[in-house]
């Protein structure tokens, strides 16, 4: 409680020093009256950055009532911390999957020239220190949540349905878990897991109470729960640009930090967004032996990019059967690439498409499997300020639930 105190008293100081210093500043009388626009690029950063700053308050008001309403006891002690220390142990990073971890990780190695070795090794301190908690107070910390349902989805299309090595662990495991009647292609590569399937492993094994898999147990699990290690800030995947904005611009000004995150950002686009390409080529060595369609594993990889909102769903896969044999990484890139540069102007629809996969994978789940996930991610609904039950996915009247004439799961 103590310490929440303070983290609130430093945010509220501190914008109010933004708005008495930089917002002064910005709109000094004595400026150079033909720096208007850059005066005007001030006041937004101004804005920007106290908006930011009090969006974080409200997230830790709701988060402690929330670890209250859960029963969870401030003084609660624990260092079973999935974390990641800066070398200079200035910043702490608590790694949730399947919220922005991977880019988050490969920004925190270029700004601190920490490579995954470096990272691992001062997670091993926070890990191993006996004074963890110390630690954590002379750092700012912090995590990254998302909403729940999105999150799910994110992981059986990234994970599952994307042609990827995790079939064959992953996918394999679940499918057991799962179904019956199970083919040996199913069995040997688990390749066609369903989003139900997921779903259904997911409520059953959170009801029973055994260990969950990392990218769907709830955000809140004991390796960063919020209520036990209590973070500087709460950051959301649908606002991160803003929120990496506040933290790194604030480390940068501190002088924890030597270079601005944006540059190394938009140095990372592509590595990112074409990232999961050579999971794709590193699966179909493996599938050889297999009935599985290879057809069926490129379309999969190319609609995966619609799903995502990164490729119009008006455009079709543009190698036929008889090609796929002959594909190479770099035809393959080069033919995505082109797509999403067609596609990048169409935002709008863009988006549209992310709601309409989204939507049309939730629309094949029962309601009595959807009402058993709600208590799935009700926790982390209350903690992070998210709907438990939103409309567009539970209500089956909604414009929203209307089945999409485009099969954004194609080849499954």
Known sequence: MRRRKIILLFIIIFGLQLLSGICYLADDHHSNPNEGSARSNKEGKC???FDTMVNNTNRLDKLYRGCRTLGYSVDANSTDIRAHMSPNLKLLYCRVNKCASTMTLELLKQLFNCDTECLIKNAERVRLEKNARQMMDDAFSFMVVREPYGRLFSTYCNIFYFPKEDWLYRGTKLIQLTRSNISNNSLMYGHDLTFFELVKYTVHTFEIGNRLDEHVRPMHHKS????????????????????YDFM????????????????????????????????????IPLLKGSSISLYDVYLRAWCYYQITGHVLNAINFPFNESDVTDIKKEDF?????????????YKDKLKSQKVEAMTQAYSTISDEYMERLSNVVLGDCL???????????????SCLQKKSEFDYFKGL
Do not use: Q
């Open 47 to 49: 804005d920007s950055s």
């Open 224 to 243: 960063c729960n919020p209520c036990v290690f209590k973070f500087d800030y709460i950051a959301h995947l649908e606002t991160l640009k803003k929120d």
């Open 248 to 283: 790194f611009n604030k480390l940068h000004e501190e002088k924890s930090l030597g270079m601005y995150w944006e540059d190394i950002v938009i140095s990372l686009k592509n590595w990112t967004t074409l990232g999961p390409v050579k999971h794709l080529f590193r699966i």
């Open 333 to 345: 890139i080069r033919e995505l690439t082109k797509a999403m540069k067609i596609s990048a102007i």
């Open 383 to 397: 903690l992070f300020g998210y709907e438990n039950k939103p409309a567009h996915l539970f209500d089956k009247t």
